[in-house]
């Protein structure tokens, strides 16, 4: 049956568009559902969404939605949601054993980054993007969304392997975060189901449940009345339509049909209070989350009230950070949010982390400035300033609609299946925004947010805090009473910077002038020298409607900072970036950016230095100005020095005590052969940095901007930024210096080297293994030894995951440096069972050698071509992947030329692999570093 509401829309819609003045009246009425998705029930209640998009092109995206998550398990059946989740991928009626993922990767589908899955409390959804050009792929992703809704064979022995899989997931995700969950969910879902089921399950349950209580599951639950499809993308919806039909017309109910019953989290008014403590934290967190009914965005009510919150939001957000920007401030990070919480509730969350030590007096300066907020709200400017800024957000999006995703649309669709959120449509939306923003008033925020969010009921405080600093603690009346000494306490009123003038530029440098200019064909780049010796490369594209991007750099970078000076040097981009720029103050600047969809940042790295960002057509202007005062007049900012030097004196301290930290500070340091500049800056160091030190080393690194290199590409018109790129790049002065890197001879350590470092009580280990050494840099070396790191890693899933169930995912990386000589690094990682650890090494090095004796097999071979081939129509048609193109071929002095895309094709074999494997995973150099927990077990 098919059920067409698409022509009632229509005529709501056209009403509501004539009519605008009568918007605010008609408040609160239901919004309407997108007109250019088509919704409908198939008889048996199956759900469908169909969207045609053409962005990306010849792509679609599939969804399959299930109201069915870990909730609706019993105590016998938790974790197996999720379990259920995973076999859908290990057996279904058309696609046996793992069919679907070898079917998959056949046609490019990468697995995790293309196909994926997930469960939550509420819900069970499989993503699955294809290409549609191929007529019998597009059929089969039908037939693979109705095999997991009703056709997952659930086979004892791929049910038994997928156990461990699921241990390997549980056992990954296991630390720090993990256990202060477990402890303070109790409280923050008021003892309700959620507490008691969290979608990864109970380990218990995972090893010994019964078959048939998974079966039963997946029986009772995954029916066509709680399901639902979404196909968005470069498709034929009557097409679409009349498959979805004839497909899923045959989905039956249950016989004996379960209600699906609507878990809540009761509020019952009470607040609570809890402590933990946690050996692996490195700073005192205090979170107040105050939990309020859900604000449900089905009428236009409901869309009003959310504005009102996003305007919350970041006035509050501005008005701490305003607070973090000043000296002395006894808090560390603070941020406030109202928005979703968990399944019938929304909540307003803030968070503060200071040093424990300090906490009563960190709080409380905190707590005034949230009582302030309280008592006086907001004032005219922040209001308006917040306004802007949202308009302008809204307004690029809205000039991106048609090239708008189809995942995006799927989302949305998403949204409304679940929790019936509205979807309007962009048009409809933008009127909603235009019409709303302007009027809203700070006395409404005051009303309708502040005084029913900052509530003192349904009020949980979590403290959390390392275990050393356990005596730092206050009870809960100590507590209650540092916040009532500031709620009786007469405070002033906020009364905010003044707006001041708002020109980020007063006097123009005088202009430069162009001296040479020709095209590259080829790749569509027009060239441009400046007087001043920086090199400009233009590729204009239409990749998006209104985005450019951009990036100059130059050779040098910390190679050339002396030793002595190297912390400094480290650290001075990030410190410039932070301070402001020229005389304004970093809140002042943010002031002159507010409502500019733009950024800059610059940065200083090994080898080179430069500046990068992106912005809009309109402000390029302004982002050229900061390009121009990033690299002429840094600003020095004692108090964001100050903060920066607390900020790593604490993580330092506290980091040691962090095994994942600890194991990751020894990678560093045995890959970097100890050399001080591969590791972490000293604590004795931090006291003796200098301001002016830093700042002098900034301007050195950008004082020659004659060897730079300029690269900007996006929706732009050449002779249109050629004006602005004379008027500010031109006019950056230059010391023709003829800098380059100075090579300071680092090589990856030679021979073999293993580690076992034990640390911290979590039963789990991670494993590191390296290859590295030196090579000859070339493109032909690079595409072999990117296809090897990607079969590989592949492989090592393949065996350790699915045949062992031993791990949940393993990582291979590559590093292939040209500059300045070629090495290179494979890395590979992965996370075990304490007991495990050295036979599944040897699985890995099992595989490495198998690959040096054999190679890939053909179909390895294909797979990888086949995904590359995905990547590749992807990357063309990104601005981002163009900018960093350009860089690469220019940093590393080779000739500019469109990418050999099919060239991989051409060069992978068996053999060429074979070869490769051979001369990358030689035995010279090899480095295995373990992380064990000190039990060993
Ligand atoms: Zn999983």
Known sequence: MKNNPVIAMLVTVSLIMTKNVSFSQKANQIIPFDTGTRMGKLANGFTYYIRRNLTPEK????????????????????????????????????????????????????????????TDFNETVFQLPIPINDKKLFKNAFYIIRDWAQGITLEDEEINKEKGVILAEMRQHSGAAQRIKAKTKPYLFNRSIYAQRPPLGKQEVIKSFKNEDLRSFYQDWYRPDLQAIVIAGDININEVEDMIVAIFSNLKNPSERKIRPQFTIPLDGKNQFVTVTDPEVPTTQVEITIKHPRNELK??????????????????????????????????????????????LDAFVSRMNCDGERLENALKAYWIELMKIKKYGFTRYELQKAKTALLSGIELNYKERDKRPSENYAKECLAHFLEGIATPG????????????????????????????????????????????????????QFLNWLKQIEQKPLDKYLGTKPVRLVLMNNLPPPGRIIAEQSLEDIGIRELILANGIKILLKPTNFKEDQIVFRGFSLGGLSIVNDLDFYEGRLAADLVNMSGVANHSPLELENILVGKNL???????????????????????????????????????????????????????????????????????????????????????IDALNLDKILKIYKDRFADVSGMNFIL??????????????????????????????????????????????????????????????????????????????????????KLREDQGGIYTADVSLIANKLPSGQYNYAINFVCAPKNTEALILLVNAEIINLKEHGPSIDEINKYISTEKGIWSSLLISNDFWRDYITGKLMYGEKLKFPEVGRIEKELSIESQKDTAIRFFSNQNYVKLVLVPESGK
């Open 426 to 477: 962009q048009g409809y939306e933008m009127q909603m925004y235009k019409t709303m923003i302007p009027e809203i008033t700070a006395e409404e925020i005051q009303l309708e947010i502040v005084n029913k969010y900052l509530t003192q009921q349904n009020r949980d405080i979590i403290i959390v805090c390392n275990t050393s600093q356990k005596h730092t603690l206050p009870n809960e009346q």
């Open 299 to 344: 009428t236009r009510d409901d869309f009003r009230r959310n504005l009102l919150r996003k305007l919350f939001n970041t006035m509050a957000t501005n008005r701490i950070n305003e607070l973090l920007a000043q000296d002395k401030v006894p808090f560390l990070a603070a941020n406030v949010n109202i928005g979703k919480f968990v399944a019938n």
């Open 59 to 118: 792509k679609a995206v599939f969804y399959l939605i299930n109201k069915v998550g870990s909730v609706l398990e019993t105590e016998k059946q938790q974790g197996l949601a999720h379990l259920l989740e995973h076999m859908a991928f290990n057996g279904t009626v058309h696609f046996p054993k793992t069919e679907i993922i070898n079917y998959l990767q056949n046609k490019g589908v990468r697995i995790g980054a293309d196909v994926n899955a997930y």
């Open 599 to 685: 950024n800059v940042t610059p940065y200083i790295e090994d080898i080179s230095q430069g500046i990068e960002g992106t912005s809009t057509k309109k402000d390029l202007e302004t982002a050229l100005q900061l390009v121009y005062l990033y690299l002429t007049s840094p600003r020095k900012d004692s108090t964001t020095f100050t903060h920066l030097k607390n900020q790593i004196k604490l993580t330092n301290h506290f980091s040691k005590t962090i095994p994942t930290q600890i194991f990751q500070d020894t990678i560093q340091a045995v890959m970097g052969n100890y050399h001080f500049r591969k590791m972490k800056m000293p604590e004795s160091r």
């Open 713 to 798: 590409t996006g929706s732009f018109n050449v002779d249109s930024v050629k004006p602005l790129l004379i008027k500010y790049l031109g006019a950056i002065p230059a010391l023709h210096r003829h800098e380059t890197i100075r090579n300071l001879r680092h090589k990856y350590p030679s021979g073999r080297i293993s580690k076992k470092i034990a640390k911290g009580n979590e039963p789990k280990a991670i494993v590191f293994l390296s290859y590295s050494g030196s090579f000859d840099y070339h493109i032909k070396n690079i595409l072999q030894m990117r296809a090897l790191s990607n079969i590989l890693k592949t492989r090592l899933i393949t």
